[in-house]
């Protein structure tokens, strides 16, 4: 299994681009997610989805929207980037266990964003 | 207040040496608990599960004290691999399901 992968690991826009980041995972989890860190902040939920059609804004949601249109795929859209949104961005993907429970959360590599 | 907080540290300690991070969460409606490790520049792997008895897997030891919402982790013989933040993480028992991490606590083992 590849596990989560993320694409690009790398990327920098200019004030007012859009782009989409991707994320795909291949163990059939349910649960996916899209995080941003930043220093001193720790990861702050941004969107997640409890599976195929399915969304929810999570923490930091504004200026960023998503979709699910199956369960491997979970891209996460910048639409119009401003350097408040330069951040290390990761996806996650976990099983689902059941109302108050979490099972471990999976991440991908992570994507480096910087918005000039 | 955050909903999770750790103190960021950096902790600098001797190799061979015991070491204690804690943390508190404020939902006190929380039912899973998590230490992630997160190493420089890399994604977080999970540590470890917090259990309401305690747990040990090796030289790691988490503790939960739910009557005063806070999780331990206690890392005895500490080895230079042992270097990198450890973060704190809570189910805060939303409709997703979805974390909460803390800030981290950055380790620094030395020589």
């Known amino acids: 299994n590849a596990g989560v992968t993320q694409t690009p690991k790398f990327q920098v826009l200019k004030t007012g681009q859009s782009m989409t980041l991707q994320c795909a995972q291949d163990?059939?989890?349910?649960?996916m997610s899209w995080y941003r860190q930043d220093p001193g902040m720790g990861l702050r939920l941004i969107h997640y989805s409890v599976g195929a059609g399915i969304t929810d804004q999570g923490e930091v949601p504004n200026g960023y929207n998503v979709s699910r249109s199956t369960t491997e795929d979970f891209p996460l859209r910048l639409l119009s980037a401003a350097p408040s949104q330069t951040s290390v961005y990761f996806c996650?993907?976990?099983?689902?266990?059941?109302?108050?429970?979490?099972?471990?959360?999976?991440f991908g590599p992570g994507t480096r964003l910087t918005v000039l | 207040r955050k909903e999770v907080e750790q103190d960021p540290g950096p902790f600098n300690v001797p190799e061979g040496a015991t070491v204690a991070f804690n943390c508190t969460y404020s939902n006190s409606a929380s039912q899973s608990f998590f230490w992630y490790r997160q190493d420089c520049r890399k994604e977080p792997k999970l540590l470890m599960s917090?259990?309401?008895s305690g747990n040990e897997d090796g030289r790691f030891t988490a503790q939960l004290n739910r009557a005063s919402q806070y999780i331990s982790l206690l890392i005895r013989d500490s080895k230079l691999s042992d270097s990198a933040t450890y973060l704190c993480?809570?189910?805060?028992?939303?409709?997703?399901?979805?974390?909460?991490f803390g800030g981290g606590t950055r380790l620094m083992v030395k020589p």
């Open positions: 993480v809570v189910n805060n028992n939303n409709a997703g399901n979805m974390l909460t």
């Open positions: 163990m059939n989890h349910e649960y």
């Open positions: 996650a993907s976990s099983y689902s266990k059941g109302a108050g429970y979490t099972d471990t959360q999976y």
């Open positions: 917090v259990y309401s």
